[in-house]
C-alpha cells in the first residue's frame, strides 16, 4: 500500500515565524488532504489539493503529485496554529492513508 | 447547522463490557468511515460503510462490530474481544469515495477502559 512521510515530525517556532511542513508518498495518488488537529483532538480540514496550489489567509499548500509530495506553509504563525498536522492520501475508491503527523508548537 | 456528531465525548467502561459509540451527520455524505488513534500516533481505519446497508473491513477491524441502517448513523461497537480498546475514536464522512473526495471529520470519542 501506499507510506506517507511526514517531516519535521516536531516543530517549535516563537510567534510570527514562517514554517513548511511536507508529506511524501509513496506512489501516485489522486487524493491528497491537510489536516489541523486541535488540542482537543478535533480534525480540521485545511485543504484538498491533490495537485496544484491554494491559499487560504496565512496558509497555503501545494502538491507536485509527479514528484509525490505536498507542501503546507504557515506564514506570521500564531499560538493558535499549535497542534499536529496530518496529511492523508488515496485513490479513487480506496481508503486515506494518514502520516504520522507534524506536531508544532507555537510559543507566544 | 450541518456537521458530523459523536456522543459521548468521554466514555469510561470495565473491562469485558461492549460499548457503542454513536456518529451521525447530516451532510446527506452516501460514505462514513471509522478511524482509532493512538496517543501520539496517526489515523488507523477500523471501518467504512459506502451506501446503507453495507460496509467494509479497514485496517483493524478486530474486536470492532458497525451497523449503516440509516444514511446518517454508523455506530461502532468495541466488543469485548477487542485487547485494547482505550483510544480516541473519530467518525468521518464523505459525500462519495467514486473519485474526488474529501472527508469531515466529528469532534471524537475518548474511551477508557479499566
Known amino acids: 500500500g501506499i507510506q506517507v512521510e511526514q517531516s519535521p515530525p516536531d516543530l517549535i517556532l516563537q510567534e510570527g515565524a514562517n514554517s513548511t511542513l511536507r508529506c511524501n508518498f509513496s506512489?501516485?495518488?489522486?487524493?491528497l488532504q491537510w489536516f489541523h488537529q486541535n488540542p482537543w483532538g478535533q480534525l480540521i480540514n485545511l485543504f484538498y489539493?491533490?495537485?496544484g496550489t491554494k491559499q487560504n489567509g496565512r496558509l497555503s499548500a501545494t502538491t507536485v503529485a509527479t514528484e509525490r509530495y505536498s507542501l503546507l506553509y504557515i506564514s506570521s504563525s500564531q499560538t493558535t496554529d499549535s497542534g499536529v498536522y496530518f496529511c492523508?492520501?488515496?485513490?479513487?475508491?480506496?481508503?486515506?492513508?494518514f502520516g504520522p503527523g507534524t506536531r508544532l508548537s507555537v510559543l507566544p | 447547522d450541518g456537521g458530523i456528531t459523536q456522543s459521548p465525548k468521554y466514555l469510561f467502561r470495565k473491562e469485558g463490557q461492549n460499548v457503542t459509540l454513536s456518529c451521525e451527520q447530516n451532510l446527506n455524505h452516501d460514505a462514513m468511515y471509522w478511524y482509532r488513534q493512538d496517543p501520539g500516533q496517526g489515523l488507523r481505519l477500523i471501518y467504512y460503510s459506502q451506501i446503507v446497508n453495507d460496509f467494509q473491513k479497514g485496517d483493524i477491524a478486530e474486536g470492532y462490530s458497525v451497523s449503516r441502517e440509516k444514511k446518517e448513523s454508523f455506530p461502532l461497537t468495541v466488543t469485548s474481544a477487542q485487547k485494547n480498546p482505550t483510544a480516541f475514536y473519530l467518525c468521518?464522512?464523505?459525500?462519495?469515495?467514486?473519485?474526488?473526495?474529501?472527508?469531515?471529520f466529528g469532534p471524537g470519542t475518548r474511551l477508557t477502559v479499566t
Open positions: 492523508a492520501v488515496g485513490n479513487y475508491g480506496q481508503n486515506f492513508v
Open positions: 489539493i491533490p495537485s
Open positions: 468521518a464522512s464523505s459525500p462519495s469515495r467514486r473519485s474526488h473526495y474529501e472527508q469531515y
Open positions: 506512489d501516485s495518488v489522486n487524493n
